[in-house]
């Protein structure tokens, strides 16, 4: 009997359902947890260790200390605890007919697959930069957001590397979306995957983006990693995910971004 004839049929004390519950969340630990740890892996492996003396001129600051970067996996442990019971109310969601995770493209057509993607990214775009917003405000900062301003010179396992209650607030993305709209399995996948690439990347502390890059007329409307690592040195500014435009439109966009891009992209290579 599945878990959700128990959560109809009762009662609660049911050893079977306790251990399928368990075991949801073990599986969506061990999910999480893979995906973070082959990401944030790759990109600490390829710009920290085997590409590190290459890409010394394209520090932006200095390299993260060992000192944060065992804090910052400590705490994206918290994090992915957070993540997975988050993932076990989408499960419950789904179930009950609340959400909707379909597999087989046809039930909603080519065209909501291929637009659904994006609308998601715009969608965690927006939802970042207002609660990211909030999160700076003096008490929001003091008790909650300043665990992920701790690294000044964050590494790629920053990505996670937050409070339990920012994790549960950047968990939400996904259940908001799916309260409203139904989602592809693999958009679903998909979004997961980039979100973790990029958030690792933006951490990265070195600057990968070519020279001009913020100044192009379309590339200067993504972020770099210079974008986000002076919103970790000066904790204010900046405060986009994937895209430059909310802090453009809103006025909060560092007035030494573009300077300190050019000036990290300029270096000439020893």
């Not at 990505?159 to 339990?164: I, L, M, R």
């Not at 309260?179 to 995957?193: C, G, I, K, Q, R």
């Not at 983006?209 to 974008?227: A, D, K, Q, V, Y």
């Amino acid at each position: 009997m599945e878990f959700w004839q128990y959560l109809q049929a009762g009662p609660w004390g049911d050893l079977q359902a306790w251990r399928w519950l368990a075991s949801r969340f073990v599986g969506n630990f061990l999910n999480e947890g893979v995906f973070y740890l082959v990401a944030a892996s790759l990109v600490w492996g390829l710009l920290h260790v085997a590409l590190r003396r290459r890409l010394a001129h394209r520090l932006i600051a200095q390299w993260p200390s060992s000192a944060d970067v065992r804090r910052e996996m400590l705490y994206s442990l918290s994090t992915l605890l957070v993540f997975s019971a988050v993932g076990l109310a989408v499960l419950a969601a789904v179930i009950s007919g609340k959400a909707e995770v379909y597999f087989q493209v046809r039930q909603h057509g080519w065209a909501w697959w291929v637009l659904s993607f994006p609308l998601m990214l715009l969608w965690h775009d927006f939802y970042f930069y207002v609660t990211h917003r909030l999160l700076h405000t003096r008490w929001w900062f003091r008790h909650v957001h300043g665990v992920h301003h701790r690294s000044r010179n964050p590494s790629p396992w920053a990505a996670y590397s937050f409070h339990p209650v920012e994790a549960l607030i950047n968990a939400m993305v996904t259940p908001l979306a799916l309260a409203v709209v139904p989602l592809h399995v693999s958009v679903l996948l998909a979004f997961t995957v980039h979100q973790i690439l990029r958030n690792a990347h933006g951490h990265a502390a070195v600057e990968t983006m070519p020279s001009g890059f913020t100044r192009h007329w379309l590339w200067g409307r993504f972020t770099t990693t210079t974008h986000h690592h002076l919103h970790h040195e000066t904790a204010k500014g900046n405060y986009g995910l994937w895209f430059t435009w909310w802090d453009r439109w809103l006025g909060t966009e560092s007035g030494q971004y573009h300077q300190r891009f050019a000036e990290v992209t300029g270096r000439a290579q020893p």
